[in-house]
T-cell receptor
């Protein structure tokens, strides 16, 4: 069945360093992937997305990489800041206007 | 442009009571999704609606739960005869539902935290 999972439950990084958050997905037919950030007591906030016909997409300080061969997704955050501390979820979508399947989430903790 | 609105933000109910959760999508969005999040877990899909239509309710429990998105007004997630296991955060997301890039990007509201005593 479909599943989206994250390799590590927590990630601690030094302020200013780069962060890499990894995600594995099992449904090779998924064609759209999104990274969300969730701060305590808030709803998931859209960070960046990528379609299956791409392998890299860059935003402001964030980059998403997609490796369809091994069904792997990663989120890179450059120059990590204290405000980046949150739980990060990857989510996959199969087909337009359908449900998102989320992983369990990884907590990013930024050390000052 | 206001984001997705949900109310109430916090809801406390006793076992056996009814819970009504409301969601107003972003302006111009016609697709609404409901998700449930248990502590320390990711979000689980419940139901997907368009105006006056339920498109996919595969994640919705068969009993006690219902959802609607009327022609006018917010989408409502209704839980009858709540039990302690219903305690969770319930999130609503909306999407434009149009063709083209970004059509299916879902934007989330702040959630309703339901506590069943």
């Amino acid at each position: 069945g479909e599943s989206v999972g994250l390799h590590l439950p927590t990630l601690s990084v030094q302020e200013g360093d780069n962060s890499i958050i990894n995600c594995a997905y099992s449904n090779s037919a998924s064609d759209y992937f999104i990274w969300y950030k969730q701060e305590s007591g808030k709803g998931p906030q859209f960070i960046i997305d990528i379609r299956s016909n791409m392998d890299k997409r860059q935003g402001q300080r964030v980059t998403v990489l997609l490796n369809k061969t091994v069904k792997h997704l990663s989120l890179q955050i450059a120059a990590t800041q204290p405000g980046d501390s949150a739980v990060y979820f990857c989510a996959e979508l199969l087909g337009a206007n359908s449900k998102l399947t989320f992983g369990k989430g990884i907590t990013l903790s930024v050390r000052p | 442009n206001a984001g997705v609105m949900q109310n109430p933000r916090h809801l406390v109910r006793r076992r056996g009571q009814e819970a009504r959760l409301r969601c107003s999508p972003m302006k111009g969005h016609s697709h609404v999704y409901w998700y449930r999040q248990l502590p320390e877990e990711g979000l689980k899909f419940m139901v997907y609606l368009q105006k006056e239509n339920i498109i996919d309710e595969s994640g919705m429990p068969k009993e006690r739960f219902s959802a609607e998105f009327p022609k006018e007004g917010p989408s409502i997630l209704r839980i009858q005869q709540v039990v302690r296991g219903d305690s969770a955060a319930y999130f609503c997301a909306s999407a434009p539902g149009l063709a083209g890039r970004g059509a299916d990007t879902q934007y989330f509201g702040p959630g309703t935290r339901l506590t069943v005593l």
